[in-house]
């Protein structure tokens, strides 16, 4: 994160420069810090859990068993092998 200071209220270590980064900060001289990015993945997480969790309990309730999650989640995980052996290429 970075704050900015007006030029009206100098710095002591850079009494001309307008803008001031505070340690740590991004060198990119974005407002979006650490805890932005964190907050923003945190956000994505529950969304998606919500979603999923949406997803199978509507798949249960259409086929009246438990067992469609196992089947579901088989059937995910095998796309995501094919897509990972047909579509990723490693760098030699």
């Given at each position: 994160?970075?704050?900015?200071?007006?030029?009206?209220?100098?710095?002591?270590?850079?009494?001309?420069?307008?803008?001031?980064?505070?340690?740590?900060?991004?060198?990119?001289?974005s407002m979006r810090g650490k805890g932005m990015d964190c907050a923003t993945l945190t956000?994505?997480?529950?969304?998606?859990?919500?979603?999923?969790?949406?997803?199978?309990g509507f798949l249960v309730n259409t086929a009246g068993s438990v067992v469609i999650v196992?089947?579901?989640?088989?059937?995910?995980?095998?796309?995501?092998?094919?897509?990972?052996?047909?579509?990723?290429?490693?760098?030699?």
């Amino acid at each position: 994160m970075i704050w900015y200071r007006h030029a009206h209220q100098p710095s002591p270590a850079q009494p001309s420069s307008p803008r001031q980064q505070v340690p740590g900060g991004d060198p990119d001289n974005s407002m979006r810090g650490k805890g932005m990015d964190c907050a923003t993945l945190t956000c994505m997480v529950q969304l998606a859990q919500i979603l999923v969790g949406g997803g199978l309990g509507f798949l249960v309730n259409t086929a009246g068993s438990v067992v469609i999650v196992v089947i579901t989640a088989s059937a995910v995980a095998l796309i995501g092998c094919c897509f990972v052996a047909l579509f990723v290429r490693y760098v030699d």
